[in-house]
């Protein structure tokens, strides 16, 4: 079965050009930064089939007339025949938005061929689009959305519900086309772990390769925003859902949500070929912290950090020693922690940034080596 990358034009392989954003000019033409390359590797290293679609608002108008079009797209299209980059077809819609027209994007009109034949694999393909339509084209398709997103921080409350509703098409969201490549290449490590026990039922649903969303839930508002930071900074999506023993006390669901996420590490990270495998360090204000980790398959852990409040918020201070010992236990990592500081919010606050960051670290990955960190030849 045939995989196929249905690719959008107009600010995914050449930039888009507000304000009327018709690419009718040679003077308007400006290629996509890295797009050639990772276009180039992409269509030399791997089997996709490739495909153009794109909407061009009244094309044929006068107001878009076509001699201003083909010159353009023509040479658009060598130019990258010329760097190996073929496309097997090119679909063009040419009506406007208001007309609803069925082979608009995100209608699958013009691309009926492709859909529930056997000879295609639509399940693993994916749209690569810079716009909201281009992952609700995704969506109808039946594929997964490879969002060029350029302006992550903007959109209307239409928008926003957008993004809520195909939160699941997107299988990446980035504004670099060497991350595409990455993902095509290696593919996101993602897992759902569960651990359940008499005193806690805990899920966590990590992204090792996010963009640093969080959703967390434990009963234990300063740990929360803890947790939020392991995402945020080690550019992770996180999302826990810890139900314990709070009545107790704290301790259970502390530890075992350091433990759970330890494993859904080791899970995540079973194939260490090509990653970095060590990181570190981080000051916060007047507090510093320095974080080294190896996540070689050995747990250890050295812990130099005092803490003079029993309490910062609900979260006893001797519980995050403990966090730390479960999550190297689980994840079979070697961790080496140490604060100095007044004010004890910031130096733990500062603690989870530089773990975050010395995650961040030590889980990138090279797409071009399949070298395993370790004379010994396993990890």
Not at 18 to 33: G, T, V
Not at 74 to 81: G, H, N, S, T
Not at 125 to 154: E, H
Request: glycine share 8%; hydrophobic share 40%; charged share 30%.
């Amino acid at each position: 079965m045939k995989r196929i990358l249905f690719i959008d034009r107009d600010g995914t392989l050449i930039k888009e050009a507000p304000p009327s954003y018709q690419i009718d000019s040679f003077e308007k033409l400006e290629f996509y930064p890295g797009m050639f390359e990772y276009m180039g590797r992409i269509a030399r290293e791997f089997d996709y089939e490739l495909l153009m679609v794109t909407n061009q608002d009244g094309l044929g108008t006068k107001g878009f007339p076509e001699d201003t079009f083909w010159p353009v797209q023509d040479f658009v299209v060598k130019a990258l025949e010329g760097e190996g980059i073929r496309f097997s077809a090119v679909y063009i819609d040419k009506t406007f938005a208001s007309e609803k027209a069925p082979t608009r994007k995100p209608g699958t009109g013009m691309l009926t061929k492709y859909i529930g034949n056997p000879e295609y694999d639509l399940a693993n393909s994916f749209v690569i689009g810079d716009r909201i339509t281009d992952v609700q084209l995704a969506k109808n398709l039946g594929c997964k959305a490879i969002w060029l997103n350029n302006d992550p921080g903007l959109g209307g409350a239409e928008v926003n519900d957008s993004r809520r509703e195909l939160e699941g098409a997107v299988a990446l969201e980035t504004s670099e086309w060497s991350r595409i490549y990455e993902f095509l290449k290696l593919g996101i490590r993602r897992v759902v772990h569960e651990r359940n026990t008499n005193e806690t039922q805990i899920k966590i649903d990590l992204t090792i390769d996010g963009s640093g969303k969080a959703a967390i839930v434990t009963g234990l508002g300063f740990f929360d925003h803890m947790l939020e930071q392991i995402a945020r900074h080690g550019k992770m999506d996180l999302v826990i859902r810890a139900n314990g023993d709070l009545h107790i006390d704290e301790h259970h669901t502390i530890e075992d949500t350091g433990i759970t996420l330890g494993e859904a590490f080791a899970l995540a990270l079973a194939d260490k070929r090509g990653m970095e495998r060590y990181g570190f360090a981080l000051p916060m204000d007047e507090a510093e912290a320095q974080v080294l980790i190896d996540f070689g398959g050995r747990s250890w852990i050295v812990w130099d950090a005092e803490f003079k409040r029993e309490r910062i918020g609900e979260m006893p201070t001797e519980m995050f020693f403990h966090f730390f010992k479960s999550f190297s236990d689980a994840a079979r990592c070697n961790l080496n922690i140490r604060s100095r500081g007044e004010n004890e919010h910031h130096k733990i606050e500062a603690i989870f940034k530089a773990f975050a960051k010395a995650i961040r670290m030590a889980v990138r990955r090279d797409p071009l080596s399949n070298y395993l960190p370790s004379t010994k030849g396993v990890l």
